[in-house]
């Protein structure tokens, strides 16, 4: 990923950018840039004055750059945000047709009665299926039907 185009500019030029996206907002409306694309799209079109084709790493820098410095009235020099990398898990709750290849080991004397050994071992209860290893997955159809967004994980600063 790369960095913000926007790092680049200096106070002054950031300052009525910002002016003009708070204009566009009314109250705390500013905080829902990546809720909604009409609001995503006025950042985008107050970033594009500046002659950059705008990236969501320029909106994210903007959003941060407006957090960071509301409560001191974007006081000249403005506190810069720095970039970090973050890992994001979701849990995807899924409904799916799939063929799981698991590898399970077993031991024996003759390979002829392994696959026969194995099912016995099974039936018995000694063994099952899915103690083993999944290996290759085969998904035939899927329908995902609910996404839970954790927590983020700082990686490193950039």
Not at 16 to 34: M, P, Q, S, V, Y
Not at 50 to 57: R, Y
Not at 136 to 152: A, C, G, I, N, R
């Amino acid at each position: 990923m790369e960095r913000s185009s926007l790092e680049r500019f200096n106070d002054k030029i950031l300052i009525k950018i910002i002016d003009n996206i708070l204009k566009d907002f009314d109250g705390d409306e500013w905080r829902n840039a990546f809720e909604d694309s009409s609001y995503y799209d006025t950042y985008q079109s107050n970033i594009e004055a500046l002659g950059i084709d705008v990236e969501t790493i320029d909106v994210d820098y903007m959003y941060s750059l407006i957090t960071l410095n509301i409560r001191d009235d974007f006081k000249i020099p403005l506190n810069r945000p720095n970039l970090a990398k973050y890992a994001q898990d979701v849990n995807v709750t899924e409904r799916a047709i799939q063929t799981n290849r698991f590898r399970n080991f077993v031991y024996s004397y003759d390979e002829n009665i392994v696959s026969e050994k194995f099912r016995f071992e099974e039936n018995e209860g000694t063994l099952s299926i899915y103690d083993g290893e999944i290996i290759k997955t085969e998904v035939h159809d899927s329908e995902s039907y609910d996404w839970d967004y954790l927590s983020p994980i700082k990686i490193k600063d950039i």
